[in-house]
């Protein structure tokens, strides 16, 4: 859904294999469906849609195996799995099932899904090949409310990943890069706020948010880099977040938006 998809759909253009994860088989026909009437046909473009739960590291690992076996080696791989909940809820009043899904998918969901297409997805063997981790500028500035305490951490483990993870693979011809969204308006801010109409209205009021497509154009750019160029790491947001404490209410009125 929402960025992820958006991606998929930004690089049909490109004439890629691709490759959907996703818990829901409903949600992965219909964005296959939408991505092969956008290419202009099933003959245009393959397409591999995979139920899978990137909480488990078998489930990621036979899917990684299962595809490459009929694709080849993975040449791009994007990490983008991650959600918040319990939101304005503090550390201590969140349920352990709630830190455990949150770092689960955010965090050990990333290292799963990396892990196997190095390995399984046979990425070390090519010439040239990415790893473009979608993480958060929450990862490096405080969250904008409070009950984030875990997905901030998480944003931030994906960073120090990213980071280290790129040393490591220096020797070989894997870039790892990261981007780093700002507000979106996507059902993600809707889960933050438990889908509460006046508090997702009150935290987007004044300014206007990313669309998922202009976080997808982002990083299809970072993505069409000369292989010698590595854009290390790129943040994204509305030009109204200042920061994740400072939003230009006035954004909207001063450019004539609603």
């Known amino acids: 859904m929402g960025i992820g998809a958006a991606i998929a759909k930004a690089l049909i253009s490109e004439s890629p294999n691709l490759i959907l994860l996703a818990r829901s088989a409903d949600k992965l026909t219909e964005l296959s469906n939408e991505l092969k009437h956008a290419a202009g046909g099933e003959d245009k473009i393959k397409i591999f849609p995979c139920v899978c739960d990137v909480r488990s ?9 299962n595809i490459v076996s009929q694709t080849g080696p993975i040449n791009i791989c994007i990490n983008n799995a991650g959600l918040a909940l319990g939101a304005p809820r503090p550390f201590h009043n969140l349920t352990l099932d709630e830190i455990d899904t949150m770092t689960e998918t955010n965090l050990s ?14 990425m070390l063997t090519l010439p040239t090949a990415t790893i473009l981790n979608i993480t958060s500028v929450t990862g490096l500035e405080l969250p904008p409310f409070p009950g984030e305490s ?18 490591e693979l220096a020797g070989t011809n894997v870039r790892v890069l990261a981007l780093r969204p700002g507000v979106v308006a996507t059902h993600f801010h809707e889960q933050r706020v438990g889908y509460d109409e006046d508090k997702y209205q009150g935290f987007m009021q004044g300014f206007e948010p990313l669309r998922v497509e202009q976080v997808a154009r982002s990083a299809v750019w970072m993505l069409k880099m000369e292989e010698g160029v590595s854009v290390k790491s790129l943040d994204v947001v509305p030009t109204g977040q200042r920061s994740l404490q400072v939003f230009d209410r006035e954004w909207n009125e001063r450019h004539g938006k609603e």
């Open 57 to 65: 590291a078998s489930s990621v690992n036979e899917a990684i195996a």
């Open 109 to 122: 969901g990333y290292l799963y899904v990396t892990h196997a297409v190095l390995n399984a997805g046979r």
């Open 150 to 167: 875990i997905y901030h951490t998480t944003k931030a483990a994906q960073e120090a990943f990213t980071n280290a993870l790129r040393v």
